[in-house]
């Protein structure tokens, strides 16, 4: 089954967010049909999370097209994430930037495992 479009998976991971009255925004726009999407979770007390697709190989052989990720960076500092952020970027100018402030940490991403 092929993979829901960036744009379409990010807008409505946005509005999920805002359901659940969590604070998020998007701070880049990435190439709508297929742009690498990456998660920062600040958790409003000096410590932050980078969330990122996750390799292909975690994936199961009969995958149903999700998207799924990978913590990039845990309880690190807000200045290593958008270090990291800045790397990925100089990678590829095509991928999306969701940021989402939220003390608990809560992200609602599908994480490979």
Known sequence: MPRLRSD???SAHLR????ANIPAVLRRRGAAEAGAIFVKV???DGSADLY????QALFDDESSGDRRFSPLLQGATPLDVEERLAK???FDSDLWIIEIDDRAGR???DLAE
């Open 52 to 55: 990122g697709p996750a390799p």
């Open 88 to 90: 990925e970027l100089r």
């Open 42 to 44: 600040d958790r409003l």
């Open 8 to 10: 379409f998976f990010v």
């Open 16 to 19: 999920r967010l805002d359901v």
């Open 107 to 109: 992200h609602f991403l």
